[in-house]
T-cell receptor
Framework: GESVGLHLPTLSVQEGDNSIINCAYS??????FIWYKQESGKGPQFIID?????DKRQGQRVTVLLNKTVKHLSLQIAATQPGDSAVYFC????????????FGKGTHLIIQP | NAGVTQTPKFQVLKTGQSMTLQCAQD?????MYWYRQDPGMGLRLIYY???????DKGEVPNGYNVSRLNKREFSLRLESAAPSQTSVYFC???????????????FGPGTRLLVL
């Protein structure tokens, strides 16, 4: 199976609410994680990243939490807006190698008006 | 800066035809990558180039070849296209380990390929 996966394929939230997208990984050697946003017909867009020596990192309206004990990663989006509708992927890099990222299958975030 | 650009945007091939997908980046990045994305799937790495002059296989290299033409350009070639290669292809680049910076990858807009 894949090293990186997501708990839910689709997440529906009300506009203005907070969204939480989860990701599980199985390789304890993974030391760098990235969240990407992919809108329909476009390439993945970098949102935020976190290294394994951190538990939390905040950006503009987004927060990534890393729980190494249970190998779990989450992306929190505050005050969800219609423009946040997209597929969100978590990706991991193992050992800092330049051999690409391992991606999960993605979660489709749907914003209800 | 245009970032990562890809050509063509769309392509239809017949089984057995060949084609080359072009990718260029203007961020002076060392590393470049080719991924494919199939419906309901994440991205899977085909080939990568850690630095100019080097290329290595990724997770799904069969049926593909690559050329790192120079630091800016990284092309993907299908010598004899098969229906199983119908997919969306993304090129990405990163500063790479040689720069000592993070491995964040930046993606192009994709090439949508249909093989009949």
């Amino acid at each position: 199976g894949e090293s990186v996966g997501l708990h839910l394929p689709t997440l529906s939230v009300q506009e203005g609410d907070n969204s939480i997208i989860n990701c599980a990984y199985s390789n304890s050697a993974s030391d760098y994680f990235i969240w990407y946003k992919q809108e329909s017909g476009k390439g993945p867009q970098f949102i935020i990243d976190i290294r394994s020596n951190m538990d939390k990192r905040q950006g503009q309206r987004v927060t990534v939490l890393l729980n190494k004990t249970v190998k779990h990663l989450s992306l929190q989006i505050a005050a969800t807006q219609p423009g946040d509708s997209a597929v969100y992927f978590c990706a991991e890099n193992i050992g800092g190698g330049a051999d690409g990222l391992t991606f999960g299958k993605g979660t489709h975030l749907i914003i209800q008006p | 800066n245009a970032g990562v650009t890809q050509t063509p945007k769309f392509q239809v091939l017949k089984t057995g035809q060949s084609m080359t997908l072009q990718c260029a980046q203007d961020m002076n990045h060392n590393s470049m990558y080719w991924y494919r994305q199939d419906p309901g799937m994440g991205l899977r790495l085909i080939y990568y180039s850690a630095s100019e002059g080097t290329t290595d296989k990724g997770e799904v290299p069969n049926g593909y070849n690559v050329s790192r033409l120079n630091k800016r350009e990284f092309s993907l070639r299908l010598e004899s296209a098969a229906p199983s290669q119908t997919s969306v292809y993304f090129c990405a680049s990163s500063a790479g380990l040689l720069s000592g910076s993070q491995e964040t990858q930046y993606f192009g807009p994709g090439t949508r390929l249909l093989v009949l």
